[in-house]
């Protein structure tokens, strides 16, 4: 049966490579479709990812050879994030979105790596946190860190804390945490969180939080 599936997929591929415009599928071995690969003028300009159970991974697509932009997909098959590229590099807004297609993040790349102000989302839209990165400049291969205001809202738009990151470290002001010890990302869950104070990137207090606080994922 194995054999089967991959004489197919040859045919396939030679069936539909027979001119500069032309689309090449793959085959898993179920017989679902693993990929296509969209040709203009001899040169990619989209590639499709599927899972073992057809639904869409990845959209890829393609300008003068190199990747221009990236959708990833949820297995329900809306979009999950989406991600700009220049010249094959992240470059530009990203946006992340939770499983009912409603928006959870923005980001910006610059040169492959984050760079400005970043927020995540309620799913009504309104400012969950509001934040920052920095990157060192001449220096590619060191990773972006988070840099600046540091500020979660509750769903009303009231800041829960505030508080500012030094070169990735909390530095001074408060953090909401799903730790006590220190900062942790707060994400989703019904578990306790803790309000933290810094001084000086020094941790001075820890609070639980008194009202409930939950993030749908």
């Excluded at 030679?14 to 679902?32: F, Q």
């Excluded at 990165?133 to 804390?161: C, L, T």
């Excluded at 505030?162 to 994400?187: N, Q």
């Amino acid at each position: 049966m194995r054999i089967i599936y991959l004489l197919s997929s040859i045919c396939i591929i030679i069936l539909l490579c027979g001119c500069d415009n032309r689309k090449v599928k793959k085959i898993y071995d179920n017989g679902c479709l693993r990929s296509e690969e969209v040709y203009k003028d001899k040169k990619l300009i989209m590639k499709i990812l599927y899972d073992k159970k057809g639904n869409q991974k990845q959209h890829i697509k393609y300008k003068n050879g190199k990747i221009f932009e990236i959708r990833f997909f949820n297995e329900g098959g809306r979009l999950r994030a989406f991600i700009p590229y220049v010249d094959g590099i992240e470059n530009g807004p990203a946006t992340g979105y939770y499983n009912d297609g409603k928006l959870y993040s923005k980001v910006n790349y610059k040169s492959g790596r984050l760079d400005g102000k970043a927020y995540l989302f309620y799913p009504d839209g309104s400012i969950l946190l509001d934040y920052g990165y920095k990157f060192k400049k001449g220096d590619p291969d060191v990773p972006a860190y988070r840099d600046g205001d540091y500020i979660y809202y509750d769903k009303k738009g009231r800041i829960i804390s505030k508080g500012i990151f030094k070169h990735e470290k909390p530095w001074e002001g408060t953090f909401l945490s799903k730790y006590k010890s220190g900062v942790g990302e707060v994400f989703a869950g019904s578990t306790l969180l803790y309000i933290l104070k810094y001084e000086k990137g020094r941790l001075i207090s820890s609070t639980p939080l008194e009202t409930p606080f939950y993030i749908q994922t």
